[in-house]
């Protein structure tokens, strides 16, 4: 059995905007990715480190790419702790991280 996935406000938050850009040209699409990135962490809380660490960033931060967006995460003993999910485009920096606090 694999951890819980808690998402902070900060993450739901960035799920919603990515939902709404790729709606505004297909809702279809929109939906298809928000299941994917809920299959990719329901994955990750049964392989948690499944994902590279990011020390460069914060030393318990872990990340994991899924399509264009890369989920930033910690692992707590009873949760997936999902801190951000970003553009794999974006340049992202431990301010990025330190808004989803």
């Known amino acids: 059995m694999g951890?819980?996935?808690?998402?902070?406000?900060?993450?739901?938050?960035?799920?919603?905007?990515?939902?709404?850009?790729?709606?505004?040209?297909n809702?279809?699409?929109?939906?298809?990715?928000?299941?994917?990135?809920?299959?990719?962490?329901?994955?990750?809380?049964?392989?948690?480190?499944?994902?590279?660490a990011r020390p460069e960033l914060r030393p318990e931060i872990r990340s994991f790419p899924i399509g264009n967006?890369?989920?930033?995460?910690?692992?707590?003993p009873a949760a997936l702790d999902v801190v951000r999910v970003l553009s794999r485009y974006r340049d992202i920096t431990r301010e990025d991280l330190d808004a989803g606090s």
């Open 69 to 76: 967006y890369v989920v930033f995460y910690v692992v707590q």
């Open 27 to 52: 809702e279809a699409a929109a939906d298809r990715l928000l299941r994917r990135i809920d299959s990719a962490l329901d994955m990750l809380a049964d392989t948690p480190l499944a994902g590279r």
């Open 3 to 25: 951890l819980e996935v808690s998402r902070r406000p900060r993450a739901r938050l960035d799920l919603i905007e990515i939902w709404t850009y790729v709606a505004d040209d």
